[in-house]
């Protein structure tokens, strides 16, 4: 840096911390030689029964006196960071301060960085393998400098014991993980242009940037921008581009430099993310965030990718016999016919559509509004659960012939020439929409996590796309008279058929019920049974009831009551199970994996093992197989013991913030997502970025990307 640059950043500051220092050295100098002071430090131990090797990470609380205030590691105009040396114990190895979001604290006519109130910064130390037996105290040795209208240099120790009686404070420490920023992948780069440090961030969650005003660059080197001077941010796509007057520093200084970025999201909530950006390009593409193609979709290629899923969505089990029932209707039709059959294609695929339309529109608005939803956001609802189980129920019931029903919704047993035909087919393609929520196909995730991310008329585009894939199958069948010659010809099979497929319809229903029990206590639980009966009560008092008389004015009477309780049903489901935790009745003694929270990811991430994130739900069909055919199978249990794998599972089955955030924050809306974080290439190096495995996973693909990934 040359001289002349250095006297410029630095002359203003100085001098007016002379004419502090010539104005209030008295106090100063009374106030250290005097008990007083105006930090107080407290040592939190994230755990501390040890051995020789473990890692400790400790929150180091600063409690700061009202009005004053303590430096960030870039102390911004003027100040000093804080620093620790730790004694006690030989060898101990302490990683780099960890700290929380600073805030701009005006100085006069400067701005500094720093904290107020009672932050806790972490560091984690590494315990040398030759540790002595019996209780030992690790000592932090802490300079800081504490600021109001003077200020004043303080020194600290402070202690605690491991392997003795002291406790451990864990739960702090998760605190303190929270109130940090989230470290990123997204390839960061910086320039100067028209006299702006300009930094450009592809992120995979443009969405949590939508209050622009409120976004704050912070370098951690000193002198790259105008620390008095606002940041303008604007978003160009998946661009968040962040534009700040610059610093005296020449940026040739900071090559590579690590920059954090605070924001509010949609719910008022500040945030912070902490990147590694290079100046003029300089980020390898080693740096880069290895991910399914979710960076660079682009709006045609998420709309492709929606097609594609909605098509695939027809062959998952809930989806299955709703096109099938659909497909039998189309059986006796005759070519002459063919009008007719378009008309039906046309409607079911209407039906879809606009039942697509409705989900994407709630869905916007919701997210609009501050809430953290996704695709599936419907079924983390007791009530919608419990609605799509009766639902399947009835199906179930009058598919197997229990009753009979004249009704525009499926269109079973009309013929295609009846005139109420047309409005059946659109209500089979609201049913197969309503049905097809709880699944995620191939494709689908990259391309609802874009959509998601977008202006309101690409999401909506994608999401038509989706339900546009859904209906083609039909479409074909109705469109193209030789597809339908490959159906086979009408006979008693069909009745048979029919009953069949009610079995898939009971077998939804208890697997809704099954979902419903790991969000609702056991009451509501058996409540929603009962309600399953009643149904079944209903339907027969319906079916036995006299055809006039006192008798039927009863069976009325009862089937009406009968149906109250139904209805009554739905307002008795209360959400007993709220905080995300993966259900016990699926834990065990053997289970290889954790519960997912932000802070037990952030303190392996500071490890060396490779990490292994698993975000699944209970109502989502493609994360269930994916576990049984590849992940909790003794071959996969001991790929991941062989490799000291971390495995981290996070149940989204109820809504859940913590997951919801990360699945933006690798652009996705909906689950399963499984992201690998490798191990550190060596002991000092840098652990490189994590990449995200297919949506459709084998044992195969696990151990790929487990033994080969770097």
Known sequence: MKAGMFYKAHLLPALILSLFALFTIPQAANAQNSPERYTAIRLLPGKTDVKGGDKITVGIEQRIADGWHTYWINPGDSGMTTRIKWSGVDGVDAAPIEWPLPSKLPMGPLINFGFEGNP?????????????????????????????????????????????????VPAAIERARAAQPIEMGWPATYSEENGNLVVRIRTDAPSAFSKLNRIDLFPEEWGLIENTAATEAKLDGSTLILTHKRGDRDLSDAPLSKILITYEDPSGTRKGVRLSA??????????????????????????????????????????FPVLSMKALSLVNLKDKEAGKARLHGLAYTAGIIASFAVIAGILLALKAAGAQVG???????????????YLFFMLGLNLSGYFEINTRLTNIGQSLTQKTGITGSFFTGVLATL?????????????????????????????????LGLAIPYLVLCFIPAARHTLPKPGAWMETFRQFLAFPMFASSCWLVWILAQQVSHMDQFMALLGLLAIAFALWLLRVRPAKGTGRVVMLVAAAAVTAFIISTFFMMKPANVDGRTN?????????????????????????????????AAWCITCKVNEKVALATDATTKLFADNNVRYLKGDWTNQNPEITTYLEEYGRSGVPIYVYYPPRLDKEGARPEPVILPQILTPGIVEKFITQTP
């Open 120 to 168: 806790v910064l972490l560091q984690t130390l590494t315990l040398p393998e030759n540790l002595p037996e019996g209780p030992q105290t690790l000592t932090a040795n802490i300079e800081l400098l504490v600021c109001h209208e003077i200020c004043i240099p303080e020194k600290h120790e402070a202690s605690f014991v491991i392997n003795g009686d002291e406790e451990a």
């Open 278 to 319: 290079g100046f003029e390009g300089a980020v390898k593409s080693g740096e880069i965030m290895t991910t399914d193609g979710v960076n660079s979709l682009g709006t045609w290629k998420a709309i492709l990718f929606a097609l594609f899923g909605g098509i695939i969505l027809n062959l998952m089990p809930c989806v």
């Open 375 to 389: 695709w599936g956001f419907q079924l983390q609802h007791p009530a919608v659960i419990l609605f799509l189980a």
């Open 435 to 467: 049905v097809a929520t709880p699944c995620t196909a191939p494709f689908m995730g990259a391309a609802m996590g874009y959509a998601l991310t977008q202006p309101a008329y690409v999401s909506m585009a994608v999401f038509l796309a989706l339900g």
């Open 584 to 616: 016990t009745a699926e834990t065990g003694a053997s289970q290889n994996w954790e519960d997912f929270t932000r802070a037990r990811l952030q303190s392996y991430l500071e490890e060396d093992e490779p990490v292994f994130i698993n975000m699944t």
